[in-house]
Nanobody, 125 residues
Framework: VQLQASGGGMVQAGDSLRLSCVAS????????VGWFRQAPGKEREFVAG????????VYANFAKGRFTISRDNALSTMYLQMNSLKAEDTAVYYC???????????????????WGQGTQVTVSS
């Protein structure tokens, strides 16, 4: 399984970005997926997750109301739409997937077997 994240960049506070993550070597619809991020000097943290069918999503508190996770199983792609970006959103964003994860486990990075390489998001204030 390979995950390829893209869409990061340098933006100003208040701007929007959409991250994408394309999966290959897998039947994408059988995998739950999530986004995590890691800022310099900080631990990796959960951002958002979505179940296989796409009907249920989970968000970190800081992401609620600003970020939206989605997936297109036909394209084997997951997305993270980020609006109203803040300087504190600056981090490397990672996509991850696993076949065994259920809704209650989406927040737990230890449950994910496959990880993308990360894409840098830098927000200037």
């Amino acid at each position: 399984v390979q995950l390829q994240a893209s869409g990061g960049g340098m933006v100003q506070a208040g701007d929007s970005l959409r991250l994408s993550c394309v999966a290959s070597g897998v039947t994408f619809s059988t995998y739950a997926v999530g986004w995590f991020r890691q800022a310099p000097g900080k631990e990796r943290e959960f951002v958002a997750g979505i179940v296989r069918s796409g009907v249920s999503e989970v968000y970190a508190n800081f992401a609620k109301g600003r970020f939206t996770i989605s997936r297109d199983n036909a394209l084997s792609t997951m997305y993270l739409q980020m609006n109203s970006l803040k300087a504190e959103d600056t981090a490397v964003y990672y996509c991850a997937s696993d076949r065994r994860i259920i809704l209650s486990s989406l927040r737990d990075a230890r449950r994910y077997e496959f990880w993308g390489q990360g894409t840098q998001v830098t927000v200037s204030s």
